[in-house]
Structure formats: C-alpha cells, structure tokens
C-alpha cells in the first residue's frame, strides 16, 4: 500500500483538544475499516475514513501494562520496572518522576483527564502499613493473581494519574478481571471493597468488591464521566487532552444488553461494537459542544487479541488479527500489530503503510499541541499525522517485546525475534534468547511469518540488534537492566 495523503482543513485554533480513545485487547482485524465484516463499527471506520488510518503500526508490547507505559512516556517498556508480564490490580506503580504526554501538555496548558482502565499500577497502603514500591534494589517481580486483601482501601493511593500530569482521574486500577471491583476517583476508591467478588466470570480473579458493583456497567459509568468531563471542558478557554481507556473488549466479556446481538461474533464482538458506541458518543459530545472541528481524536489499542478463549466468539470466520500470525502476547504480529486512526483538526487523510510504534504518540501529541517537551523519548514524531510526509523518522531498528520479555526488532520489512518460540500464548512458546539464537522474518515477502530465514540472516539480525543497543543502550541480559536502575 502506499501513502495517499491530502490536506485536511484547520479550525485555526492554536492548540487542538486531544482525546485519546483506548481499547483494552482490540486486534488489528476487528475493525470495518481494516476488514472486518462480522463486526459493525460505523463511528471508527468513519472516522478512519477522515483521517489517517496506520496498516503498520505496533504497541511496543504485546500485553498490556507495558504497553500502556509507553503510550504514556513515549519510552520503551524495558526502561520501566516490569521486565515481563503484566501488572495486577493491586501491584504498585512502575512509572517514574520522567514527565508523561499529561504532564507536557499539562505544562502546555491543558486541561487533562484519564478516564477508564489505567493499569501502570498504584501505590497502595497496605493494611500492614508499607507501601510496596517496584523501584526497590532487588527488582520487581508482578503479581497478576493478587487479591488485594492485604490493601487498606480506606486510604488514598499514590503514584497514580494524578501524581502523573492528569487534573482529573475516574476509572478502575486494571483489567476488569482484576481486584478490586470497584471504581476509582482521583486517588481514592469509590466505596470501600469489603465484600468477596461473585460471580466471577470466566477469568476473572478472587477478590474484593464493593457491594454495588456490576461488571457490565463499567464502560458506560466510565463514558458516562468522560463525556461530561469533556462537555465542561469545552466551556473553559484552555485545550483539553482526555485519555478515555475502556475496559472492553478485553474479558469478561460482558456487553450491555443494547449492543449484545449487534455482532456476528459473539459476547466479544458485541463487545467491540460497545467500544465503537463509546466512540461514537465521544464525537457526538464534541459536536454538541461545539468543539469537534477542533479536536484531533485517535483510536488504538494496547496489543493485540487473544485467541484461546472460544467461549467469548467466533475467531475462525471472523479474524480478530486479521491475516497476521499469532495473538496477544506472542512476538509475532498479531501479538503487536495494532489499528490505529488518527482524525480531526488539521490531520489530513488517507492510509499509510509506514512503520510507526505507539510510542510515538507522544512527541506527535506533543508537536500537534505546540507543546515543549525537552525529555528525549524513544518514540519520534509521525509525519503523516502532521501532514508532512517529507519529515525524517530518525529511526534505527524499531523494538516492540513479547510476554515474556523476548526482544522484537523491525527494521523495514526485516524482522528478528530474539525468542525460540511466540514469547506469549501460542504454542511453541520457547525462551527468550540471547543473539545466538532466534527468529528471523521477511513480512514483504512472507508477511505470515511462515519462512524462518534465521539460519542464513541470523548474522544480519545480531547486527541489528548491535545498532539497536548503540541508539537505545538496551541490554539482553535482564540483571544488568535491573541494576542499571537500582
């Protein structure tokens, strides 16, 4: 595919408002606007259809705590604590005192707003009354199975969107198969989780709820505050930037009852079609205030989609990652490889195929909302969102991170994985590797994966790696990293 851009129209407005839509676990392939026909999403596609819509671009993690690290630091996940895995609900926050995309647009002059999963951890009081810190000198290790029992709930936590560059927070600490079960606002729970969550649906762990909780609910309370936050915004007369994460698609999948039966592929594509009614509400606020042509909205996800859970729909007829091999977790591109639509004031449109990492997200904010951002990130403005192809990505290898930890490099269609296996859920799962070993991939001609070329380029993908360490100071030994922080 190449790139087809055209100018779009400004509002004339200095500074455009930001909203940032999240999807937790939407694959590449779930959209219309990337092909798919089981699942009705008119409000994305349409807005696809307006902007730019990225073919090429990767969270820099598979799943999704280290993922959302770097959307929000524009860093690569391996600077932050969590070397592996995910966080759970109650394990203590792995972002730093580096400045977020919240704090320099903050700083811009923004008014700012997280709204639904945040999941970069919490600094909570315990009842035995530490707060447990990932930044100690042994490392951190997550724990994903927590219950949270052991948190004193009636205390506020730290380190949380607030402490991060955001004026307002509402929303829940992980994934919705996380304890606790309850809302979060500003740095406090909403309620204090004091009952055992039940049901629990499907994977979602034991623990603490409170007694009103309704899993289903979720999305629409967190719309609910994000569109009113935005609606009050949109009166003042600084810009605003609203970081709306939802919790759907990821399980339990737990549609309302408005959009159940609105796909073709089970409880999970009803719930994409909630994700693109979130959508479409967002854009109906902003027009109803009077601020849509001044508002730039983009539309991502955090990694990919699971595979290994039929009971939530259809994955044979209807391809949540599209043609690509894998799902979330694994190295391979169904793992990482992730839709992207960036629309709105003074975007132009059209599709385009260039590599991009989400990462990059927040220099390209930050230089659409002429904010200053004097921190030198990973991630590097992307052109076409800015309507200048002509701008130089300043990219080397571009490194992306499997569950577990495995190294993922690109480098144009070249593609070396640093794992004896998917790194993630799909069998082999193999080890995480050093440059004797590994994986290597041509996605122009064999964009599925299928043709492994590491016996005869293995020496290329060691070079690549070489430059990879040179321009980032990335180490493959994990105690060196770890003490590199310590």
Known sequence: MQTRLQSGEGSGRRQPNIVLFVADDLGWGDLGAYGATAIPTPAIDKLAAGGVLFTDAHATSAVCSPSRYSLITGRYPWRSPLQAGVLGGTDPSILDDEPTLADVLRAGGYRTGAFGKWHLGLNWKHKAGSRPTAFGPAGFVPDMQASGRDVDYAEPFTGGPLDHGFDDFFGIAGSLDMPPYCFL??????????????????????????????????????????????????????PFFAYVASAAPHRPCVPP????????????????????????????TLEQAGVRGDTI?????????????????????????????????????GGHRVPLVIEGAGVPSGKSDRLVSLMDLVPTIAHMADAVDVVRRDGVIISEAIGDERTPSGRGPLGQQAFDGSLVLREGTDKAVFSTGSGGFTDPIGTPTDATSGQFFELDRDPQELVDRWADRGDEAREMLERFRAATGFSTDLDTRLAERA
């Open 185 to 238: 606002e500003q740095d406090r729970t909403v309620g204090i989780p004091s009952i055992e969550k039940s049901p629990l649906i499907t994977s979602q762990r034991p623990g603490l709820a409170v007694d009103d909780w309704v899993d289903h609910a979720v999305d629409t309370t967190v719309l609910e505050r994000a569109t009113a936050w935005i609606s009050r915004q949109a009166t003042g007369d600084s």
């Open 257 to 284: 009852g408005f959009v159940t039966g609105r796909s073709e592929a089970g409880p999970r594509g009803d719930s994409v079609c909630l994700v693109d009614w979130m959508v479409e509400r967002i854009v109906e």
């Open 297 to 333: 909205v983009i539309i991502t996800s955090d990694n990919g989609a699971p595979l290994i859970f039929p009971e939530d729909g259809d994955v044979v007829r209807h391809r949540p990652n599209g043609p690509w091999r894998g799902q979330k977790a694994d190295a391979w591109e």
